[in-house]
């Protein structure tokens, strides 16, 4: 390969990576005014934290001999689903669909593909909710879709995967059956957490409504700032709609 050859292969592979780090971005960029959007309206905020990654050459590489890809870029591209990887973590089981169908909304988001391992667990009692996505990045002179895979699950599914990663780590993807029996025995009592974890979260936010309810005030929260509303205010105002 001759010197110009070379450098328009680096311009390449260059611009290659780069659009799946824009993607990412892009992603966490709308994640975060959902996020902001909810918790100004609801009160609450449903994502503990998100991380994020760009496979590196070298896992892509791993991948396309894996399935037998054509190794060019377009084919690469095209085959190659996960290149661009978001995690999202949440408190609660119901945190994980409401982020799911919000991202449903998003019109210019296109959802190709949902594996729901939380109704569905995999045989190893792996739980969590995944989404084939493409995003749009807007370039300079054109745009592009992307994809990129959303992983979105709780705190307690998100711990159990990370031992369970370790593990096949450690023991080369040969984990021996009775630690494979523990694992599935504690993937049990982790989806039985989150299902207290919810019941507890749901019976708090009734009594919550509650106690709004019988209130004679209620407030309206802007970042650090808070603006009392007395109820007369909110009656006149949707009274003022019905008419």
């Not at 311009?11 to 892009?26: G, I, Q, S």
């Not at 449903?104 to 594996?115: G, R, T």
């Not at 729901?116 to 667990?121: A, G, K, M, R």
Request: charged share 30%; proline share 4%.
């Amino acid at each position: 390969m001759d010197l110009q050859h070379f450098e328009q292969l680096k311009r390449d592979l260059t611009r290659f990576m780069m659009m799946y780090k824009f993607a990412l971005e892009e992603l966490n960029t709308r994640i975060d005014i959902l996020k902001q959007e909810f918790q100004y309206i609801h009160e609450y905020n449903p994502i503990e934290h998100i991380t994020y990654r760009v496979k590196s050459p070298e896992s892509i590489m791993q991948k396309v001999i894996r399935k037998q890809v054509p190794f060019t870029l377009e084919s690469i591209r095209e085959n190659i689903r996960d290149i661009a990887g978001m995690r999202i973590i949440c408190s609660f089981v119901s945190d994980v669909y409401n982020i799911k169908e919000m991202l449903e909304k998003q019109s210019d988001l296109e959802i190709v593909e949902c594996k729901d391992y939380i109704q569905h667990p995999k045989p190893n009692g792996y739980r969590s909710l995944h989404l084939i996505v493409k995003v749009p990045v807007f370039m300079s002179d054109y745009r592009e879709k992307v994809w990129a895979e959303i992983q979105i699950r709780t705190i307690t599914m998100d711990f159990w995967a990370s031992i369970e990663h370790k593990l096949n780590y450690k023991y080369n993807y040969d984990i021996p059956q009775p630690l494979l029996d523990e694992l599935k025995q504690a993937a049990l009592a982790v989806a039985e957490l989150d299902a207290k974890m919810e019941k507890i979260n749901r019976d708090i936010n009734n009594y919550k409504a509650t106690r709004l309810a019988q209130a004679d005030m209620e407030e309206l929260h802007l970042n650090s700032e808070r603006f009392r509303l007395p109820l007369e205010f909110l009656r006149r105002l949707l009274d003022s709609q019905d008419n």
